[in-house]
């Protein structure tokens, strides 16, 4: 399968822990995205990288979020102290640089 | 920011007949118009896009209209089948950032 993949694909944790998610971009593809998506609602944009650097950032990330695309290859989202409001599905996507964007299955983040 | 309403929230059609998901949007500047088909539990797949040089596009039974004067943009299915049951999202966007619909939660009857 050369799609996007996104590790794990389920994560539950408990309130106050940190939690960190992996996203494997189609090779070659040069921008990744990440972003968020609660229940009966779209996908809201997080943040964009090209290559390695991190280009915009939603306010909707706060200080308690990180990303990062330390070689222009893989990606990390990282949330620490999380809180119940965290829950959400966490969506990656990558784009060469047209506009198209194939998303990954997403990882499921329950804080209890 | 871009905001983009989609409509209708939720769609029930026999199989065979015509589904069709109508979305508008604010920011002018945006050009470029996905369409994706998400089903439980996986991430939004792309079905068909437009960008603002074009009016129409099809691609089979899947058919995008695309208004910029009107601000507003449409998906048509045609022959509906079972497996077109899931959840629409449009969206709407430029260089990079894509603001999406709430989406639209499309049954097909058999």
């Known amino acids: 399968d050369t799609g996007v993949s996104q590790d794990p694909r389920h994560k539950i944790t408990k309130r106050g822990q940190n939690v960190t998610f992996r996203c494997d971009p189609i090779?070659?593809?040069?921008?990744l995205y990440w972003y968020r998506q609660t229940l009966g609602q779209g996908p809201e944009f997080l943040t964009y990288?090209?290559?390695?650097?991190?280009?915009?950032k939603s306010r909707l990330l706060s200080d308690r979020f990180s990303a990062e695309r330390p070689k222009g290859s893989f990606s990390t989202l990282e949330i620490q102290r999380t809180e119940q409001g965290d829950s959400a599905m966490y969506l990656c996507?990558?784009?060469?640089?047209?506009?198209?964007?194939?998303f990954g299955p997403g990882t499921r983040l329950t804080v209890l | 920011g871009e905001n983009v309403e989609q409509h209708p929230s939720t769609l029930s059609v026999q199989e065979g007949d015509s589904a069709v998901i109508k979305c508008t949007y604010s920011?002018?500047?945006?050009?470029?118009f996905p369409w994706y088909k998400q089903e439980l539990g996986k991430g939004p797949q792309l079905i068909i896009d437009?960008?603002?040089?074009?009016g129409e596009k099809k691609d089979q039974r899947i058919a995008v209209t695309l208004n910029k004067t009107a601000k507003h943009f449409s998906l048509h299915i045609t022959e509906t089948q079972p497996e077109d049951s899931a959840v629409y999202f449009c969206a709407a966007g430029g260089d990079y950032k894509l603001s999406f619909g709430a989406g639209t939660t499309v049954t097909v009857r058999a």
């Open positions: 437009i960008r603002s040089n074009v």
């Open positions: 090779s070659e593809h040069n921008r």
């Open positions: 990288f090209q290559n390695e650097a991190q280009l915009e």
């Open positions: 996507a990558s784009s060469e640089s047209t506009d198209t964007q194939y």
């Open positions: 920011d002018s500047a945006s050009n470029y």
